[in-house]
């Protein structure tokens, strides 16, 4: 683990020692990712250090920037200076590693994380055993429902059920058991 120290200097600087930048791609290069803003490469300058500015330099005006040195892959912060005068974009991590900085119309629709196929098929598997449990529960007790209505009308008069006869309340029902799409499912289930 490496240590690092934060200085504060006049005029709001920050120099930051063995403090390693992260970076994110982006659709015209990749982007510095630094206290939660976005920074683009801005100028390259001397002894292997890179300048960048803060991604809302010309919308906001912000005069945050930073600077970085050492080889590509494996830069440094060495100097964060001004604070940011607006609020940090909305970044949001994938479970794949990618990263997408989201505009502000974007922001109050939140899409899911894309899902990997494993856990596509463990929601169906999921959806079709709520959709199995449902229809035996709509089937038995539509058979029961026939059933009665046969007896009253054979004998003029309604039986009372008798509490087993009553299909299982919906909260109770095997639902839980995993359904594999490829296997036909069983009356008893």
Request: charged share 15%; with cysteine.
């Amino acid at each position: 683990m490496c240590d690092f120290t934060i200085h504060i200097l006049q005029g709001m600087t920050i120099s930051t020692k063995y403090l390693f930048a992260r970076f994110i791609r982006a659709g015209k290069g990749r982007l510095l990712l630094h206290r939660g803003y976005t920074f683009r490469l801005k100028n390259n300058l001397a002894h292997g250090r890179k300048q960048w500015y803060c991604s809302s330099r010309l919308t906001s005006r912000c005069l945050a920037d930073v600077n970085t040195e050492g080889p590509e892959g494996h830069e440094r912060i060495v100097r964060s200076r001004y604070a940011h005068n607006h609020a940090p974009p909305n970044v949001r991590r994938f479970a794949d590693g990618r990263y997408v900085v989201r505009t502000p119309h974007q922001s109050g629709h939140r899409a899911n994380a894309p899902l990997d196929p494993h856990h596509q098929l463990l929601q169906l598997q999921h959806a079709l055993a709520l959709y199995a449990a449902h229809a035996n529960a709509t089937a038995t007790a539509n058979a029961t429902a026939n059933a009665t209505a046969a007896v009253s009308a054979s004998t003029g008069t309604a039986p009372q059920p008798s509490p087993s006869a009553l299909p299982p309340p919906a909260q109770h029902t095997n639902a839980a058991k995993p359904l594999l799409v490829d296997t036909p499912c069983n009356e008893e289930d």
